[in-house]
């Protein structure tokens, strides 16, 4: 049974935005609930008003009323004005009979307002605006309405401007807030994703609150311990290859004063395989640590060609297709190494490379091409790990010592780049690698 789809995808990308979006929203929410309770307030004091009014003032009004001259009432009809309700020396319009509970609620204290002393006709004249009228005769048989039209205080003009003011306000700080929090954190993935191996790599800044600088402290004791290993297991290595060599070049010469033969041939194949996986290790060990000078500028169209020149002057199959051309600042031995592992690999299993540089939207491709076997897609990955190979002998003429693209993705890492094998179409290996 298939689990509901949760609307994570639905949020941002960044740690920022969601908490900027989460907060943000929060307190907009909490600022409408306060408005609407505002406002629920308001209407509750404005009929509470309302009524209050009409009970102390309906009973004085049509008292004044019943006592003026008829030819007079006009004149005060004016001052006995209010906001929510008016004396009308008319009859009740046509209308409906009221439905709402405060309508009746009106007309209820309205008749107890006059003692119960008079006929009350009311009835609703207008839904919206809610308008009603309640009509009564006065003692002469004049008739009188009161129109009732209940309407909020009105708003003034100002607070709407100062409430969104105030919401502005509000998403600033929690902005701020956030990138604060925040913040920390970025530099921290940076730092994590700059950490060289190697210790040579700036120290984290240990400072701020207290959780960033506790962890900015263990990133840069990892980095430290980290380091101390790299540099741990290349000494290791070092003493081994340079101890080896003894033993190994002494084999070397009790095999080459042997009797000429089958079996010489192969004692000597395998003194120097040994030596061979010794000089790589050793190789692959220091690569994690490989000093970096000061990038220089470097015509890279320039430099492939004469990478694929001392190939054909050693009379190697290696030609250069039709590039285009490009400029990088970077690490001119460093990236030879790179794609003499690249070109000795695709010289190993088919016999002949291409070699081609790209540029597109300002990212430089190196491509080294073969047409040999290729590589399983889903051994692509695996085979850039040490010592992996597909051949399972350790023949240095076919299998290798499964070091060399191993040291080509490490070195090209180093220069900041990326490494990536595919199968070409029709058969063969693609190396490319991309340099921003």
């Known amino acids: 049974m298939s689990m509901p789809a949760r609307p994570w995808h639905l949020l941002p990308r960044t740690l920022w935005m969601r908490l900027l979006l989460i907060l943000g929203v929060g307190l907009l929410l909490a600022h409408a609930l306060s408005f609407a309770l505002l406002f629920q307030e308001r209407m509750d004091a404005t009929r509470s008003m309302m009524l209050r009014n009409l009970y102390e003032d309906v009973p004085v ?7 003026l001259p008829a030819a007079e009432r006009a004149a005060w009809i004016p001052r006995l004005e209010r906001r929510t309700y008016r004396y009308l020396l008319r009859p009740a319009q046509p ?38 009228e309640v009509e009564l005769s006065l003692r002469d048989g004049s008739p009188l309405t009161i129109e009732v039209t209940p309407s909020l205080m009105p708003v003034a003009t ?14 600033v700080c929690v902005a701020a807030a956030v990138r604060l929090a925040t913040r920390p954190l970025a530099r921290l993935a940076t730092a994590a994703g700059q950490m060289d191996p190697a210790g040579r790599g700036a120290a984290l800044p240990e400072h701020g609150p207290t959780e960033v600088m506790q962890a900015a402290q263990a990133l840069n004791a990892l980095q430290t311990r ?10 290791l290595l070092a003493a081994i290859s340079h101890d080896l060599q003894t033993p190994l070049t002494r084999m070397r010469l ?4 042997m009797d000429e033969g089958d079996t010489q041939d192969k004692l000597m194949r395998d003194i120097d395989h040994v030596s061979q996986l010794v000089r790589d290790g050793l190789n ?37 297709q039709a590039s285009e051309s490009a400029l990088r600042d970077t690490h001119p031995p ?29 990212v430089v491709h190196i491509d080294v091409l073969d047409r040999g076997p290729g590589i399983p897609e889903d051994q692509l990955e695996q085979v850039l790990q040490p010592f992996a190979r597909l051949e399972p002998s350790r023949n240095r ?15 090209a890492q180093a220069l900041g780049g990326r490494l990536r094998l595919s199968n070409r179409e029709g058969g063969g290996l693609q190396a490319t690698l991309t340099l921003h």
């Open 61 to 67: 009004s049509v008292a004044l009323l019943e006592r």
């Open 284 to 320: 692959y060990a220091r690569g994690t640590g490989i000093a970096l000078d000061a990038p220089v500028r470097l015509d890279l169209r320039a430099f492939l060609d004469s990478v694929v020149d001392d190939y054909q002057d050693a009379g190697r199959d290696v030609r250069l």
């Open 397 to 411: 003429s076919t299998g290798g010592t499964g070091l060399g693209l191993a040291i080509a993705l490490q070195l």
């Open 158 to 171: 100002w607070l709407p401007w100062v409430l969104a003011l105030q919401v502005l306000l509000l998403l």
């Open 254 to 257: 009790r095999a080459e004063a």
């Open 226 to 235: 980290v380091a101390a290993h790299v540099s741990e297991r290349t000494q």
């Open 334 to 362: 460093v990236l030879r190494r790179v794609l003499q592992n690249l070109i000795d690999n695709a010289l190993a299993y088919a016999g002949d490379a291409e070699t081609r540089l790209r540029v597109e939207d300002g």
């Open 95 to 132: 209308g409906v009979a009221l439905d709402g509970v405060r309508a009746r609620q009106v007309t209820a204290l309205i008749h107890d307002a006059l003692g119960r002393e008079y006929d009350l006709r009311p009835r609703a004249v207008s839904r919206v605006p809610e308008r009603y």
